[in-house]
């Protein structure tokens, strides 16, 4: 189960920045820095910003999967065909 969201575009700009496609990503939130139990760790977390070695040892707290294109997984997944008619086409 999950929910589909509609994204206005001055919000996709601000999501696009952190979200990239085939790329799994560790957020951190700014404020967690300045004020949470991450304090200590500033700076050697600001230096890690970028690609790093990480396992998300499980499942990940969220998944995000974007549907921004026709046909695709994400369509048929949803019920709106497309992906697996694409195949039957050829």
Not at 53 to 56: L, P
Not at 58 to 61: A, F, K, R, V
């Given at each position: 189960?999950a929910q589909?969201?509609i994204?206005?575009?001055?919000?996709?700009?601000?999501?696009?920045?952190?979200?990239h496609?085939s790329?799994?990503v560790?957020?951190?939130?700014?404020?967690a820095?300045?004020n949470g139990?991450?304090g200590?760790m500033?700076?050697?977390i600001?230096?890690?910003e970028?690609y790093v070695?990480?396992?998300?040892g499980?499942?990940?707290?969220i998944r995000?999967?974007?549907?921004?294109?026709?046909?695709?997984?994400?369509?048929?997944e949803?019920?709106l065909?497309g992906?697996?008619?694409e195949e039957?086409?050829g």
């Open positions: 189960m589909l969201k994204v206005p575009k001055e919000d996709w700009s601000i999501l696009d920045k952190y979200l496609r790329t799994d560790v957020l951190v939130p700014e404020e820095l300045l139990s991450l200590s500033t700076s050697k600001r230096d890690l970028g070695d990480y396992s998300f499980g499942d990940p707290d995000v999967d974007i549907l921004d294109e026709f046909p695709s997984f994400q369509a048929s949803l019920g065909g992906f697996d008619d039957d086409d």
